[in-house]
């Protein structure tokens, strides 16, 4: 079984902000996004670092643009975002990198599929109109997985790979809705009054957690695949990611932080009990 993970910050880096946890297949690892001691928030100060179950850490890559890991299937590569327009695949160890254009907009996130063989993105949230893709790691061929009319983003693949879930505002606030690999029979699964976003599929399949807003508030919660037995398990939570066991979740939080603004890695217990940094 997967050890817990004891997150402990670089001490230079305390003050400053720690984005998007994605925890590594075995479970022996989790990636975030950490800004740089002396930089600004922005994400183009922003490195990989990534956590192991003994407290210590490892830098992935060296003044970089480096946002929103996702792992390959066989937890040996780490998929991100940069200042451009490009997805980049770095070795675990932050020994080689690999460079894909995608002719896009900004990118604003990655997910990499069960497979292996494919990695979706979407485009930077704020127009009117983003989209989310699918790039094919063989051929560099990528395809629109959705429609016109709305914004797309932030999509998170079933554990087989052969349907997705997602946030969208077609509805007008942001929901969750849910879609085949290729983009059809898509079905709306959740109805929050303060909209939902953040989703992540749960890789034992039988749930999903994600963020919903109430007042000033962000909240995590959690549901079943159809929308039923919704339960809220903490405040101040953004960027979830579930352990390869189910039986816990990372998050991105502001509480408890030394500095205004700054952001660091929490992890609680599936049912909500248990929150640590």
Not at 206 to 217: F, L, P
């Amino acid at each position: 079984d997967p050890v817990d993970i004891d997150v402990e910050l670089p001490p230079a880096a305390w003050a400053h902000a720690a984005y998007e946890p994605a925890w590594s297949p075995d479970g022996l690892g989790i990636a975030v996004s950490l800004n740089r001691p002396g930089s600004s928030a922005m994400l183009v100060d922003h490195d990989l670092v990534v956590f192991d179950t003994l407290g210590s850490w490892s830098q992935v890559t060296d003044g970089y643009a480096a946002g929103s890991p996702s792992w390959s299937p066989d937890g040996t590569e780490i998929a991100h975002t940069g200042p451009e327009s490009s997805i980049t695949v770095v070795a675990r160890d932050g020994s080689r990198s690999t460079e894909y254009p995608t002719g896009q907009q900004i990118i604003a996130g990655v997910a990499w599929s069960p497979s292996g063989g494919t990695i979706a993105f979407w485009t930077l949230s704020g127009s009117s109109e983003t989209h989310i893709f699918l790039l094919d790691l063989a051929t560099s061929a990528i395809t629109r997985l959705t429609e016109p009319g709305s914004s797309n983003t932030e999509l998170s693949w079933s554990p087989d790979g052969t349907e997705a879930v997602f946030a969208s505002n077609r509805s007008c606030t942001y929901q969750l809705y849910r879609m085949d690999a290729d983009g059809s029979d898509v079905t709306r699964l959740s109805d929050a009054p303060g909209g939902a976003r953040d989703p992540v599929w749960s890789p034992c399949g039988t749930s999903i957690a994600y963020t919903t807003t109430s007042g000033v508030e962000t909240f995590l919660e959690t549901q079943n695949l159809d929308g039923s037995e919704v339960t809220r398990l903490t405040r101040n939570a953004e960027s979830p990611t579930w352990s390869p066991d189910c039986t816990r979740l990372a998050f991105t939080s502001s509480r408890a932080a030394r500095v205004e603004g700054a952001r660091h890695i929490w992890i609680i217990d599936a049912d909500g009990s248990n929150a640590r940094q």
